[in-house]
């Protein structure tokens, strides 16, 4: 049986997010949280292929407390286990440590045969993550997928690229992205959030990882945020022009510089 692992993230709902002008971070108190939408994308095929050739679903994510909350619901779609990685030393993380932090996790789980998760967040977009965590951990990687299935011993994915898209075929060990919208999720069961709730979700911190503080967190970040600023909206003048003054619409335009006469600039 297959033993795969399933990253995710609560993330604020991005309508709703603001910055916090001192400590230049997310100010995640003031909005909804819910799961990264990539992330159930990644939970989705894993569930798939949990479905055709069996397999444990393990879910982490790194958060505060309430992020359990993420994991319980991943659990009611379908996944077997939930670990919470939460303790105030991992605050403040940039994508190097977090990357770090969750490989350890997976380290600690043991003989992990696929890894799965969103290909970025929607509150920070960086998509570095999955990729960190696959070079922390030495294995393969699949980036980009929007099609993932197992086929004989093998990961079989579609990627989308710039100019087309790429079929691989990977051995595990092998960690694998997945773009959003790729498939429809699953919705959750009531049955099984009602066992997810009595089962509960496991919470590992640094001495349970074996981490240092000073490599995780904030203080292991190598990012820095100087300073912020909010881009203001260009506002764009709007002006009815009636056909038959079309031409001195044209005219005014050429005068400001705005075309040229002849031909658009």
């Given at each position: 049986?297959?033993?795969?692992?399933?990253?995710?993230?609560?993330?604020?709902?991005?309508?709703?997010?603001?910055?916090?002008?001192?400590?230049?971070?997310?100010?995640?108190?003031?909005?909804?949280?819910?799961?990264?939408?990539?992330?159930l994308?990644?939970?989705?095929?894993?569930?798939?292929?949990?479905d055709?050739?069996?397999?444990?679903?393990t879910?982490?994510?790194?958060?505060?407390p309430?992020?359990?909350?993420?994991?319980?619901?991943?659990?009611?779609?379908?996944?077997?286990?939930?670990?919470?990685?939460?303790?105030?030393?991992?605050?403040?993380?940039?994508?190097?440590?977090?990357?770090?932090?969750?490989?350890?996790?997976?380290?600690?789980?043991?003989?992990?045969?696929?890894?799965?998760?969103?290909?970025?967040?929607?509150?920070?977009?960086?998509?570095?993550?999955?990729?960190?965590?696959?070079?922390?951990?030495?294995?393969?990687?699949?980036?980009?997928?929007?099609?993932?299935?197992?086929?004989?011993?093998?990961?079989?994915?579609?990627?989308?690229?710039?100019?087309?898209?790429?079929?691989?075929?990977?051995?595990?060990?092998?960690?694998?992205?997945?773009?959003?919208?790729?498939?429809?999720?699953?919705?959750?069961?009531?049955?099984?959030?009602?066992?997810?709730?009595?089962?509960?979700?496991?919470?590992?911190?640094?001495?349970?990882l074996?981490?240092?503080?000073?490599?995780?967190?904030?203080?292991?970040?190598?990012?820095?945020?100087?300073s912020?600023?909010?881009?203001?909206?260009?506002?764009?003048?709007?002006?009815?022009?009636?056909?038959?003054?079309?031409?001195?619409?044209?005219?005014?335009?050429?005068?400001?510089?705005?075309?040229?006469?002849?031909?658009?600039?």
């Open positions: 049986m297959l033993n795969i692992v399933v990253m995710i993230k609560q993330v604020p709902d991005s309508s709703e997010v603001e910055i916090d002008p001192v400590k230049m971070t997310l100010n995640r108190t003031k909005a909804r949280n819910v799961v990264n939408a990539s992330d994308n990644a939970l989705e095929y894993a569930l798939q292929i949990k055709k050739v069996g397999a444990t679903i879910v982490i994510s790194m958060g505060p309430m992020a359990d909350s993420a994991i319980i619901e991943c659990m009611a779609r379908g996944a077997d286990r939930g670990i919470l990685i939460t303790d105030r030393a991992f605050a403040g993380a940039d994508t190097y440590p977090t990357g770090l932090t969750l490989a350890a996790t997976i380290s600690k789980i043991g003989n992990v045969d696929i890894i799965f998760g969103g290909d970025e967040t929607t509150d920070s977009s960086t998509g570095h993550v999955g990729p960190g965590v696959a070079e922390f951990l030495g294995i393969d990687q699949i980036t980009y997928a929007k099609t993932v299935d197992y086929e004989d011993g093998y990961v079989v994915a579609t990627r989308e690229l710039e100019d087309g898209d790429e079929i691989v075929k990977v051995k595990p060990p092998v960690l694998v992205t997945v773009l959003l919208n790729s498939n429809l999720p699953r919705h959750q069961s009531l049955r099984k959030k009602i066992d997810a709730l009595r089962k509960g979700v496991e919470s590992w911190g640094v001495n349970e074996g981490l240092k503080p000073e490599w995780v967190g904030l203080r292991g970040s190598p990012t820095i945020v100087r912020m600023k909010t881009i203001k909206e260009i506002e764009h003048m709007k002006k009815k022009i009636d056909i038959d003054h079309l031409g001195d619409m044209v005219k005014e335009l050429v005068d400001k510089g705005l075309i040229k006469a002849g031909g658009s600039q």
